[in-house]
């Protein structure tokens, strides 16, 4: 084969990549020839995800279920994967800026109409007999939906609203965390004890959570949006963004699950409780929790009947 200019420049360009990690050209070249093909189920890793299924019963749409919240979590991952690049770029554009969160903002438009899977697509009579081999397993154990509200607001927006005018940024994360709004979800409210919902969840995550606190604090989506030129804080585009992004997350995407869990939660008679054991409807409607991220974006009506008109 002759070799013309276009891959004598690649050669070079190739000295020049390995050369900066001090590799030889010629050594990777060889591995080249008795590398195989890649496939579309390798580079994927298909057999591996499909392998990620396991039923604890034998009722065919706990699969539906399963499977559901495993593309939630995929989806978690991509938002954080955009939520990272955005917050540790130390000086995005407005472009870039808009960009990302209207990237973001679509993967949770995908989970808010994504509900009919679950809301239209099990046999409520199926999910009442399967739900109960969950207990106490729940949504509510989502790291990476954690994760993803330190990574987007000032910590005092995800503290419970009882005690907010005792925490700021000098009190130290562990008590934070102590007082963020899902905690009340996972605590019996006359003792204050921590239920097995909650105890499972913290042994697990806690350590990350507290990195993540400390790591965001400065970086998170909101703290990125007061750094930008006043000017760019101005633009129309990304305030109808930052807008976006706060009342799909905290509104739409919300009451799209608690209408989904409504369904079969009260499909019952008498007091109906999540799998977790949680105050279900307190926990999750707006109305009562008003997680904000970025309260200044909105007007003063706006915060007061934030949740009510849905």
């Not at 039923?55 to 065919?60: A, D, G, H, I």
């Not at 995005?92 to 509900?115: A, G």
């Not at 965390?177 to 806690?206: I, M, R």
């Amino acid at each position: 084969m002759e070799i013309t200019s276009p891959i004598q420049e690649k050669i070079e360009q190739l000295n020049e990549k390995f050369a900066a990690i001090n590799q030889k050209t010629e050594t990777h070249l060889e591995g080249l020839l008795w590398s195989k093909p890649i496939t579309y189920w390798d580079y994927i890793q298909t057999d591996a995800l499909l392998n990620l299924q396991i039923q604890r019963t034998t009722l065919p749409d706990e699969m539906v279920f399963i499977m559901y919240h495993q593309v939630n979590e995929l989806l978690f991952k991509m938002i954080l994967w955009e939520v990272e690049q955005l917050c540790h770029n130390e000086a995005p554009t407005t472009p870039f800026f808009t960009e990302r969160l209207m990237r973001i903002s679509r993967y949770f438009d995908m989970l808010t109409t994504s509900f009919d899977i679950m809301g239209d697509g099990m046999e409520v009579e199926q999910y009442m007999k399967f739900r109960n081999t969950l207990t106490p397993a729940s949504g509510f154990q989502s790291a990476q939906y954690r994760l993803i509200e330190f990574a987007s607001t000032d910590l005092i927006n995800l503290i419970d609203y009882r005690f907010r005018a005792t925490i700021d940024r000098n009190t130290p994360y562990e008590h934070a965390l102590e007082h963020l709004y899902w905690q009340a979800a996972g605590k019996d409210h006359k003792t204050g004890q921590k239920s097995y919902l909650l105890n499972a969840f913290e042994d697990k995550y806690k350590g990350e959570f507290l990195r993540w606190m400390e790591k965001y604090n400065t970086i998170n989506i909101w703290q990125k949006f007061k750094q930008l030129p006043q000017e760019s804080q101005q633009d129309a585009m990304l305030i109808k963004a930052m807008r976006h992004y706060d009342y799909t997350v905290n509104v739409t995407w919300v009451m799209g699950h608690l209408n989904a869990a409504r369904k079969y939660i009260e499909s019952q008679d008498g007091p109906q409780e999540a799998t977790g054991g949680s105050d279900w409807k307190k926990y999750m409607h707006p109305k009562y929790q008003r997680r904000i991220f970025f309260p200044e974006l909105w007007s003063e009506e706006e915060l007061r009947t934030w949740g009510e008109n849905v």
